[in-house]
C-alpha cells in the first residue's frame, strides 16, 4: 500500500519568508512517480511538479524548489521569498509504476501568506 | 482543448436520491479517475478506469459506480445519496501509466441532505 504525509496542516509566513513544506512517502515500488499539486481559494488543482524514482536531482522553477531524498523518502517543497498569492492548499501525491496505479494524496497543507 | 471537463459544478441532493456526475476529457487518455476530497484527508481515489471497458475500485467505492463506455467520459454515479457523500469530487485524467500528470476537472461541490 502507498501513503503520503504531509505532517503540517497549516502554515503561515509573512511575505517574504521563506516556506518549506513536508511531503513523506512510503511505497514498496521501485518504479514510483511523485507530485506536487496546488489548489488555490478557487478550488482547481494545478499540476506544478513531477518527479520519477530514478532522478533525485532537485529542481528549482523561478521561486520554487524541490528536495527529493530516496534515504529518507521526502520529496520537499520550498517557496522562496513567498507571495500573497502563494496562498493555497498544496497537496503532495505519490504514484506507483504498475499499471493501474493512480495517485495517492497527503492531507494537503495549507498555506497562508499575510502582506 | 477543453481538458477535462466536469459537470454540474454544484449540486444539493436530498438523502435517498440518486444522480450522475459527468466527466468528459479531449485529450485522448487512457486513464481516468474520480476523487473526493474532504477537509484534512486530501483526495481519496473512489473509481478508475485504464480504458474503455475497463474500470475498478479505488479506496473508497462503496455507494458509487462507473462506466467508461467510451475513452472520453467516465461517470460518477451515486445510487442512494447519504449525508456521508457530502464532499467535493474531482474527475481527472492522465496519458498513461508512466507517470504523466494528471489533469483534474474543475471539482463537483455535493451537498447531500
Known amino acids: 500500500a502507498q501513503k503520503v504525509t504531509q505532517a503540517q496542516t497549516e502554515i503561515s509566513v509573512v511575505e517574504k519568508e521563506d516556506v518549506t513544506l513536508d511531503c513523506v512517502y512510503e511505497t514498496r515500488d521501485t518504479t514510483y512517480y511523485l507530485f506536487w499539486y496546488k489548489q488555490p481559494p478557487s478550488g482547481e488543482l494545478v499540476f506544478l511538479i513531477r518527479?520519477?524514482?530514478?532522478?533525485?536531482q532537485n529542481e528549482i522553477s523561478g521561486r520554487y524548489s524541490w528536495n527529493f531524498q530516496k534515504s529518507t523518502s521526502s520529496f520537499n517543497f520550498t517557496i522562496t521569498a513567498s507571495q500573497v498569492v502563494d496562498s493555497a492548499v498544496y497537496f503532495c501525491a505519490l504514484r506507483g509504476g504498475n499499471a493501474g496505479n493512480m495517485l495517492t494524496f497527503g492531507g494537503g497543507t495549507r498555506l497562508m501568506v499575510k502582506p | 482543448n477543453a481538458g477535462v471537463t466536469q459537470t454540474p459544478k454544484f449540486q444539493v441532493l436530498k438523502t435517498g436520491q440518486s444522480m450522475t456526475l459527468q466527466c468528459a476529457q479531449d485529450m485522448n487518455h487512457e486513464y481516468m479517475s474520480w476523487y473526493r476530497q474532504d477537509p484534512g484527508m486530501g483526495l481519496r481515489l473512489i473509481h478508475y478506469?485504464?480504458?474503455?471497458?475497463?474500470?475498478d475500485q479505488g479506496e473508497v467505492p462503496n455507494g458509487y459506480n462507473v462506466s467508461r463506455s467510451t475513452t472520453e467520459d467516465f461517470p460518477l454515479r451515486l445510487l442512494s445519496a447519504a449525508p456521508s457523500q457530502t464532499s467535493v469530487y474531482f474527475c481527472?485524467?492522465?496519458?498513461?501509466?508512466?507517470?504523466?500528470?494528471?489533469?483534474f476537472g474543475q471539482g463537483t461541490r455535493l451537498t447531500v441532505v
Open positions: 478506469s485504464v480504458g474503455a471497458g475497463i474500470t
Open positions: 481527472a485524467s492522465s496519458k498513461d501509466r508512466e507517470g504523466t500528470e494528471a489533469f
Open positions: 518527479r520519477n524514482s530514478f532522478d533525485e
